[in-house]
């Protein structure tokens, strides 16, 4: 299994509160990825990182920022959480690409906006 | 518009009976098809990557294959732990953006 961890595993929280969700990879890999997977859209990218502090958005950022300071880490905060961000987010791997190589994803994150 | 669609959305198989699962896709210019194994409350696995028409691949009782426009996932005597859900993804490219596309999942249950 690739070396990649997600943090919390489960988070419960109240609407406008911030939160920010961890992953943390032992792969070396350049690339990381967040997406959110929900019921009838399948996995969708937020954003994602082609190396220490590059970032780009992908088809879902709006709500979302993201902060990469270390290879091993890469960092998704909601601003102010709303209730259409309760869903389960996975953090994914690459090690070139970012389209063309395989991903590997982390175990993911419950969220749940009350 | 750039899609990839899965048929069935759900397959039920009794241990051992064969059957296939669906990835079309309308992707001009394909660079890759990934197929994924996702068990409930886990993240997707890594099965497989094809790269070309005519390319197939083989893990156990799973054996992918890649047309110009479709990907079939053949699963051959399953038994109850493949049951899961199989997604299919596709790497597309827009300007300056890129993206990997994925389909919403074939869920198959395998009876013993």
């Known amino acids: 299994d690739a070396g990649i961890t997600q943090s919390p595993r489960h988070k419960v929280t109240e609407t406008g509160t911030p939160v920010t969700l961890r992953c943390h990879q032992t792969e070396n890999h350049r690339y990381m990825y967040w997406y959110r997977q929900d019921p009838g859209h399948g996995l969708r990218l937020i954003h994602y990182s082609y190396g220490v502090k590059d970032t780009d958005k992908g088809e879902v950022s709006d709500g979302y920022s993201v902060s990469r300071s270390k290879t091993e880490d890469f960092l998704l905060t909601l601003e102010s959480a709303t209730s259409s961000q309760t869903s389960v987010y996975f953090c994914?791997?690459?090690?070139?690409?970012?389209?063309?190589?395989?991903?590997?994803f982390g175990p993911g994150t419950r969220l749940t906006v009350l | 518009e750039d899609q990839v669609t899965q048929s069935p959305e759900a397959l039920r198989l009794q241990e051992g009976e064969s059957s296939s699962l669906n990835c079309s896709y309308t992707?001009?210019?394909?660079?890759?098809l990934f197929w994924y194994r996702q068990d409930p409350g886990k993240g997707p696995e890594f099965l497989f990557t094809l790269y070309s028409a005519g390319e197939e691949k083989e893990k156990e009782r799973l054996k992918a294959t890649l047309t110009k426009k479709e990907s079939f996932l053949h699963i051959t005597a399953p038994k109850p732990e493949d049951s899961a859900t199989y997604l299919c993804?596709?790497?597309?490219?827009?300007?300056?953006?890129?993206?990997?596309?994925f389909g919403k999942g074939t869920k198959l249950s395998v009876k013993p």
């Open positions: 994914a791997i690459s090690a070139t690409g970012p389209w063309e190589d395989t991903q590997y």
């Open positions: 992707v001009s210019g394909l660079r890759g």
């Open positions: 993804a596709v790497p597309i490219y827009g300007g300056s953006q890129g993206n990997l596309i």
